[in-house]
């Protein structure tokens, strides 16, 4: 849907959202070349940097919303449009500003389902916790080694509970000393604000920031790279520094220390997926690999576009909550790749990839039994006992 909307309001409200950076695309176009869109269909963000910013008043109000912010076109962008920056910007703008006609958040039950519950799933927040029952987890308490936070998705999702048992059971073998916040223990809010509900995100990251520092928290364990980035890179602008690490870090730490032994073989071809937040956006390439090589008879085979040439799973920028027409999914086309590796196992370390990889194999004409599709915690636990 397109609307005729004042270009003054628009430039000023995207210098207010801090994406003024539009100003310095000239054109070039390498933006849509890396793009995953262009992969599966026709997008431009070429286009709507043009449209924003150089005199154009048509804004398709769809289009802003495909974006997955997985960090390509800013890799071989030679003005620094800062494009993530700049199309949060815009949704910013669609959220806030009522700019755009038809251009309103596409997610509205998710935002309602956070601002009443913590958590986008519309699930209670006193059952946050549930998924730790009878693993013997315990409450953070000040003077604990580390707090670990295992997000929305694998508190509540079905899927993402396997992910947070084994995640357990590698600490506790690891003899790590650690807790978790529970039910006090809200969203970290990075999906939100890649829609650009950003009130909602400064809601949600304050309510965390209250329950960190009051329970004593100073160093947080994380198993979305979403929530890591989230943790690490912006909360600071509240004027808070935790320690942030992600799972695939602390066990490489652990494996190195020698306090995690793997014993039991693993006799698999894997192949691993770098999620573009815990790679392209943090850099963490290397320990997951190391991880997964240090499991006995476990054989790596790398896809070809890996580490920051990954292939996005489609999910960042909020699009986990959206709707995906089949045939547009990125996730197909990185299975296809996954499977081209002769790997029997697509290992991974990020909900979101996880349930799209699932729900890709699951629609594959194969019944889906090609490949398996694992978190990196999974195969470790696996190796241990």
Not at 119 to 134: H, I, M, Q, T, V
Not at 305 to 322: A, L, V
Not at 349 to 357: A, D, L, V
Request: charged share 25%; proline share 4%.
């Amino acid at each position: 849907m397109e609307t005729v909307a004042p270009q003054k309001e628009i430039i000023d409200a995207i210098k207010a959202a801090g994406g003024d950076a539009f100003k310095s695309c000239y054109q070039c176009g390498m933006c849509d070349t890396v793009c995953p869109w262009n992969r599966v269909s026709k997008f431009s963000m070429r286009k709507i940097v043009r449209e924003a910013t150089f005199g154009l008043t048509e804004i398709d109000s769809e289009e802003i919303w495909r974006c997955t912010t997985c960090g390509k076109c800013p890799q071989v962008c030679p003005r620094d449009v800062k494009q993530i920056q700049s199309g949060i910007a815009l949704r910013r703008i669609a959220t806030e500003y009522d700019v755009f006609a038809g251009g309103a958040a596409p997610i509205p039950g998710i935002a309602a389902s956070l601002r009443a519950e913590g958590n986008p799933f519309g699930e209670a927040r006193a059952k946050r916790a549930d998924w730790s029952l009878g693993l013997g987890v315990k409450r953070f308490e000040e003077g604990m080694e580390i707090m670990y936070s295992p997000g929305c998705y694998l508190s509540y999702d079905p899927r993402g509970k396997k992910i947070a048992k084994a995640t357990v059971e590698i600490l506790q073998a690891a003899g790590v000393d650690f807790g978790i916040l529970g039910s006090d223990e809200s969203c970290c809010g990075e999906s939100i604000r890649k829609t650009g509900d950003e009130k909602l995100f400064r809601t949600l990251a304050r309510q965390n920031i209250g329950q960190l520092i009051g329970n004593g928290v100073k160093k947080i364990l994380v198993s979305s790279p979403h929530c890591y980035h989230s943790f690490k890179n912006e909360y600071p602008e509240f004027m808070v520094n935790f320690e942030v690490v992600h799972i695939t870090e602390f066990i490489h730490q652990l494996i190195v220390e020698g306090r995690l032994k793997l014993t039991k073989e693993y006799a698999k071809n894997v192949t691993y997926h770098d999620p573009c937040y815990l790679g392209r956006h943090m850099g963490i390439f290397e320990q997951p690999r190391q991880a997964l090589r240090s499991v006995p008879g476990l054989q790596l085979k790398e896809m070809s576009e890996n580490r920051k040439n990954s292939f996005c799973c489609g999910g960042g920028g909020g699009r986990i909550w959206m709707e995906t027409p089949k045939g547009q999914r990125f996730s197909d086309l990185r299975l296809a790749q996954a499977a081209g590796t002769g790997a029997q196992v697509l290992a991974t370390s990020c909900p979101y990839c996880i349930t799209n990889f699932e729900d890709s194999r699951l629609g594959r004409s194969d019944g889906g039994a090609a490949i398996e599709i694992k978190d990196i915690t999974e195969i470790i636990r696996e190796a241990i006992y």
